[in-house]
């Protein structure tokens, strides 16, 4: 079956850039999708075809995705951007669809 | 403005069946495709299925095949997701969420959590 893998972990201070890997073979050949979920809430959409913003998710939530690695860029970080991050890719082709990464958590130092 | 509003928690013994439901409003219930996502306490995101709401057809992921059971209702636009013969493991919260694109979901229930314990 195909696998995500994420870092467990990232670390940024405010005001810098952090940047959230996604790793799947050939990834940059599917769809990929981002998601925030902050403690005791629902995810929410932020990056969704590898690099959309849907509306309302402000511009500072980018996303690239090519090769074997989709990134989830987050610019001039903020406090409340302190959450877990997931990444999720979609293959309509295959047998599993539907797969997540394991999630990373986003701390803001 | 587009709204998933799921049932109450659950509490069942294992070897049991649970249904939560999914009441959608704000938008044509029809139109999109539904997913049901659990997460368990402390992990992560994990896919379930979904369900074509206007056909009834559903796609189950490998992990729930011959457990789980998606259905609708398209008078009351709600959603239903089944899961039987409950473990320990399926302790966890479980979501509905509209797809958007591909996979891609913008509106989320708020949760139901279904506890599985003797």
């Known amino acids: 079956s195909y696998v995500l893998t994420q870092p467990p972990s990232v670390s940024v201070a405010p005001g810098q850039t952090a940047r959230i890997s996604c790793g799947g073979n050939n990834i940059g050949s599917k769809t990929v999708h981002w998601y925030q979920q902050k403690p005791g809430q629902a995810p929410v959409l932020v990056v969704y075809d590898g690099s959309d913003r849907p509306s309302g998710i402000p511009e500072r939530f980018s996303g690239s995705n090519s090769g074997n690695t989709a990134t989830l860029t987050i610019s001039r970080v903020e406090a409340g951007d302190e959450a877990d991050y997931y990444c999720?890719?979609?293959?309509?082709?295959?047998?599993?669809?539907?797969?997540f990464g394991g999630g990373t958590e986003l701390t803001v130092l | 403005q587009v709204q998933l509003v799921q049932s109450g928690a659950e509490v069942k013994k294992p070897g049991a069946s649970v249904k939560v439901s999914c009441r959608a409003s704000g938008y044509t219930f029809s139109d999109y495709y539904l997913h049901w996502v659990r997460q368990a306490p402390g992990q992560g995101l994990e896919w379930m299925g979904w369900?074509?709401?206007?056909?009834?057809?559903?796609k189950y992921a490998q992990n729930f095949q011959g457990r789980v059971t998606m259905t609708r209702n398209t008078y009351i636009s709600t959603a239903y997701m089944e899961l039987n013969n409950l473990r320990s493991d399926d302790t966890a919260v479980y979501y509905c969420?509209?797809?958007?694109?591909?996979?891609?979901?913008?509106?989320w229930g708020q949760g139901t959590l279904v506890t599985v314990s003797s």
């Open positions: 969420a509209r797809d958007f694109y591909n996979g891609g979901s913008d509106y």
């Open positions: 999720q890719v979609w293959d309509g082709r295959s047998d599993y669809h539907i797969i």
């Open positions: 369900i074509k709401p206007n056909t009834g057809g559903t």
